[in-house]
């Protein structure tokens, strides 16, 4: 699943000499490396990464505002600005200033849980990003009461106890992400000094108190406490911070105790029936989504303190028993509709628009910890295909829950079928409370994440969209790059430099080549370096480098079609890191969002909702298809490239840029279940005898309405009649 363990650092090609070209000088001599990771023996000189004894490095987090978006990722994120998002401030009554908790100095108030930092991770940063001031004074207001909230003992933030008398730490677990970007955006060393006196307060917590089991999250989640503790090492020493990592990890829900539960796991009988699911890691977690998209990395984390290579290795084991059980479906996620549960792991069952998001900032951790492209793959295949859905084409509604096979959203309760009472698959702007302020965070740590620094005072993009990195270099020159693409749509990324001093300026670049990509090539200034590219490595140029250099990289996308034997032999058809769903008419029907939304819903008084719709979303075409492939599958399909919309936004049926044509038959028998829920699958290969007909595919992160894991049409005595 990954080459991480192979080893931490290799140079796996032979190093090529290429003769470049440029207007400036000619016959200029590059080094060309594919190597596993960067060389971590080294240390940057302008960015912090880890401080002894933590584990070197292997790339380091750029301040944010060092990445800037272009082309259709800054529409996204300008759509992001003008939708749910950068107005919720306006609407939440859990982010309404009167009476709010985190604007206390004493920590009380009626409004005071996660709802504020979880929206603020993703406002905030997004303001920064966009240098819109007005945001960043909005941001700055929160941000000054979170400094101004310190206690004597320095506790911050709202008073929240359980019945036992214990903290709940949660909520200013996240509220602690928001800090450390404000500090890189300002360099403020009240942030600092905040945390400083928060953690010498936390280590004093007797451990019988500290993450108590009475606060459910704060135990499953303290990772996002670990991780803080040490960004905050990184930048003062002080060592007491060390001893208070080891105080966390030891009082986390236990994501390594799996001695008896693989076991287990492996051999549950796969029903609906009985009671004999195992609660993983000793009745800790429950399988709740976001707990594991978010938590499983915590392992790996410690790892960076341990030096142990059994932390790092549970978190891909974690990663691995959630996917082979729940996971077996395209987008990247898995199905947990709330919980995991035995027998509901259909491509109808779905994740939470916050387990998605959490999953994107885990695999960007864990890329910076090990250098791992798989995580960048992996990042990607998310963020492409299963995030752009989860959300209205014009950001100011999203739903609870979004499935790989999904062909109807309505405001009806679909309990058992979709775990939780209420209206979970509707497109409304209060669609639930954590999703509501959490989605926001997704394309602005991604962003943050497109290029990283590296030990060699080089630059690493390893995450790819359109994009321009600023940052310094070589013995401290500042450089920018330009990423002008329009992929993952479009094969090609051309990357420009634009350097702050005429004089050559030497230092490393890294690539990532995507582990789908076989055939990537490499030219600077027009010219392809001899040493060629490797699959899931990175290839290392060196060189002294002048303004106006170019490289472009090409990755070929090859179709593949995926068969997913552990759930029901379905297919789904990938090309390059895009995966393709069923293009379904979509038939919007607007509603009132106050009378679809859930129980806990809390609008402001006086928002105008007439501006804020909900909408139900009904397949206006048929969907119950089964794909009839060829002898060879992948030529079963014709490639089809449309114009590029004009508005830059690719991701709705109208928009789809890529289009598949292929061949399909109907299955009559698949049809909406008893829970208004598209039918779970049957084995494939399905009999059917209905005219075979000519259907298109379009890039799932488009389909707001999709079928992406279809039956399979057969002939003969393998093939069954659905049932």
Known sequence: MTNYFKTLVVVLGITGLVSCKNDKQSNETIVAEVVQIPDTTITNQYYIGNRAPLQSSVFLKLPVGAVKPEGWLAECLSRQANGLNGHLGEISAWLQKEDNAWLSKDGSGAWGWEEVPYWLKGYGNMAYILEDQKMIEETKSWIEAALASQREDGNFGPKRFGEDGTQDFWSNMIMLYCLQSYYEYSQDERVIDLMTNYFKFQLEVP????????????????????????????????????????????????????????????????????????????????????NVAQAFREPAQYSQLSHDKKDLEATYEDFKIIRDHFGQVPGGMFGADENARPGYDDPRQGIETCGVVEQMNSNEQLLRITGDTFWADHTEEVAFNTFPATMMPDFKSLRYITSPNMVLNDDKNHRPGIMNDGPFIMMNPFSSRCCQHNHGQGWPYMIENLWMATPDNGLAAVIYSPSTVTAKVAGGEEVSITSQTKYPFEDQLQFSINSSTEADTEYPLYFRIPGWCTEASVKVNGEEIETAPEAGKYIKLHRDWNDGDQITLTFPKQLKVRRWEKNHNSASIDYGPLTFSLKIDEKYIEKRSDETAIWDSKWQEGVDQEKWPSYEIYPDSPWNYG?????????????VEKDWPANNFPFTVENAPIVLKTKAKQIPNWTIDQYDLAGELQDSPVKSSEAIENVELIPMGAARLRISAFPVIGEGDNAKTWE
């Open 627 to 639: 794909l009839v492939l060829d002898e060879n599958p992948e030529d079963s399909f014709e490639i």
């Open 207 to 290: 451990d019988e108190d500290f993450l108590s089991r009475s606060h459910y999250w704060q135990r499953i989640r303290g990772g996002d406490n670990l991780y803080s503790v040490m960004w905050l090492y990184n930048r003062t020493g002080d060592k007491f911070l060390l001893d208070l990592a080891e105080k966390i990890h030891r009082n986390t829900a236990d994501w390594e105790k799996r001695d008896n539960t693989l076991d287990e796991i492996n051999n549950w009988k796969e029903t609906r029936e009985g009671t004999d699911w195992p609660d993983w890691f000793g009745n800790l977690v429950d399988w709740h989504n976001v």
